[in-house]
């Protein structure tokens, strides 16, 4: 379990929730449902690089009345990789096809970072949703964010991984202070609170991946594809929720990718970067409600 306590407990206690799983391109995929089955609103939400469900269940505890299917990704969390399967955007993006014809049919999808590459794909290539969410998307690739550098540090990182006796390589792509190091790398806050449950969170929750090959296999993915090639491809009304301060996506890129959508609308929070889930979850929620169709509590 964590080490911090999440601020947004009390909320998210008020929330059912029940884990199921799913037989989905031979494998079995966990996968939580929050909130009624009766609600108004079905979202399908997929989490970004290395996380797992529990990472967007911030923006989750602000939602309110609406029911929240979030699975995770195959090699992530509790749900095993797919059976002689490269863990490529091809794969993912059948795989979300699958899972959502299975368990969350018709359901507005939603993607997290690397998970709105994955959404977008999807979605591009035919799964069928009433409306998109990503938040944080990845809108241009990783080496020319502002901190390009870093990513290229990533790749060396990863390809360290992966070339290593597996017992070694998996011990540093599990390594603790490298986690650390990451996690401060995105954090913005400046509430101590906050910023101690973000790191706990990665430090819990960084490392449940399956092993070095999903692993590397994602990250090759997550740098060598992003929003933009599917874009044009997309029809539904698009919600795109970006950061100002994101060092990964600049907010120019954000505003540039909003124009490649045939109807996209795109809110702007400042003072936060990569981590809106974690930073900013009230946010992101009034801005889904509201794209939705759905009031708006603002004490929630």
């Known amino acids: 379990m964590p080490s911090a306590p999440s601020p947004y407990s009390e909320l998210l206690s008020r929330i059912p929730v029940r884990r199921a799983e799913a037989s989905v391109l031979g494998g079995r995929t966990s996968f939580w449902v929050y909130g009624r089955d009766d609600a108004p609103r079905t979202l399908l939400a997929v989490h970004g690089f290395r996380g797992e469900h529990h990472g967007l269940e911030p923006v989750v505890a602000h939602l309110g009345d609406v029911r929240v299917v979030?699975?995770?990704?195959p090699g992530f969390g509790e749900t095993a990789p797919l059976p002689g399967r490269t863990h490529d955007l091809t794969t993912y993006a059948e795989w979300l096809t699958a899972f959502a014809a299975a368990?969350?049919?018709?359901?507005v999808v939603v993607g997290h970072s690397f998970g709105s590459i994955v959404a977008s794909a999807a979605v591009a290539r035919?799964?069928?949703?009433?409306?998109?969410?990503?938040?944080?998307?990845i809108g241009a690739p990783a080496l020319e964010g502002p901190r390009g550098f870093f990513t290229r540090l990533a790749i060396w990182y990863y390809g360290l991984g992966a070339s290593l006796p597996r017992r070694l390589g998996e011990a540093l792509l599990r390594n603790r202070i490298i986690v650390r190091v990451m996690s401060l790398a995105m954090v913005k806050t400046r509430d101590r609170g906050l910023r101690r449950f973000v790191h706990a969170q990665h430090d819990t929750y960084f490392s449940r991946?399956?092993?070095?090959?999903?692993?590397?296999?994602?990250?090759?993915?997550s740098v060598s594809n992003d929003v933009r090639a599917f874009a044009p491809e997309i029809s539904q009304p698009t919600l795109?929720?970006?950061?100002?301060?994101?060092?990964?996506t600049p907010i120019d890129a954000e505003r540039h990718l909003q124009t490649l959508f045939a109807r996209a609308e795109l809110v702007e929070l400042d003072g936060v970067g990569h981590l809106i889930h974690y930073e900013k979850p009230r946010e992101a929620a009034t801005a889904i409600?509201?794209?939705?169709?759905?009031?708006?509590?603002?004490?929630r």
């Open 70 to 73: 979030m699975p995770d990704l």
């Open 103 to 107: 368990v969350a049919p018709d359901s």
């Open 126 to 137: 035919g799964l069928a949703t009433p409306q998109l969410i990503l938040i944080n998307p």
């Open 209 to 221: 991946f399956a092993d070095r090959d999903v692993l590397r296999d994602a990250f090759v993915t």
């Open 240 to 248: 795109l929720i970006a950061a100002v301060q994101d060092d990964i």
């Open 289 to 299: 409600r509201r794209f939705l169709g759905l009031s708006v509590d603002d004490r």
